[in-house]
């Protein structure tokens, strides 16, 4: 009888060791995916980074030109607004909110399929849209929670499919960070991967030539 005694002794310590195991990788699993949760939501601040450079002037595109003649309000720029932003814990919260609330409420469409023309900026009011109406409803926003229009910048930039595409960037005193309705994850302009053309100035209508700045291609959907 002890053969058989001492095999179920082995078995039973077998299956509380994988229990035992079982258990840390559940619990690991847990804590990594609350840390990241976490730092979705906003509540650990970035670190600090060189903003992207301006390299000269540039033309708006025509599509902004045909918004601003719109919405001229959302175009002004006020020279008493401070150009960025002081990051604290609570502006970040928001800016990450803000722009997983936005890229959660609009559903995606082109601006031929949705008003039969190549590039119109607009709202998204009706619930569609397209990559540069994300980023005007996240700015609109953020305009409303508090934050100076003139730190929140549209930009132009090619990205990872080599398509142009519109972002928005918000200036601050830890670098220059980017809204993107491709993801969720608020990420600094050097880690999106994004070749930089040109965004909204910050001194009157001109816009502000970026020369083309190469962003390192992030392999990771965040």
């Known amino acids: 009888m002890r053969q058989p005694l001492f095999g179920l002794l082995n078995v039973r310590a077998f299956f509380k060791s994988t229990f035992r195991i079982a258990a840390y990788s559940i619990a690991l699993t ?3 995916a609350a840390a990241q949760a ?7 601040l970035p670190g600090s980074s060189q903003p992207v450079a301006q390299v000269g002037v540039a033309k708006p595109i025509m599509g902004w030109v045909r918004f601003c003649e719109q919405y001229p309000e959302e175009c002004a720029v006020d020279p008493s607004e401070p150009a960025t932003i002081q990051l604290g814990a609570k502006e970040w919260q928001t800016i990450v909110r803000i722009n997983q609330q936005v890229n959660a409420a609009i559903k995606p469409k082109t601006d031929m399929d949705h008003w039969g023309v190549e590039d119109v900026w607009d709202f998204a009011e009706d619930g569609y849209g397209d990559c540069e109406d994300y980023q005007l409803v996240k700015r609109k926003r953020l305009v409303e929670a ?19 595409h ?9 670098g220059d960070f980017i809204l993107d309705n491709k993801r969720n994850a608020v990420l600094p302009w050097h880690r999106t991967g994004y070749t930089y053309i040109k965004r909204e100035g910050d001194q009157g209508m001109a816009w502000a030539s970026l020369g083309g700045q190469v962003s390192p291609t992030m392999t990771a959907n965040q």
């Open 38 to 44: 976490q730092t979705q939501t906003g509540s650990i």
């Open 166 to 174: 519109a972002v928005m960037m918000v200036r601050t005193n830890r």
């Open 30 to 32: 847990v804590t990594v």
């Open 146 to 164: 508090g934050f100076p229009r003139r730190a929140l910048r549209m930009t132009v930039v090619i990205d990872e499919e080599g398509a142009g």
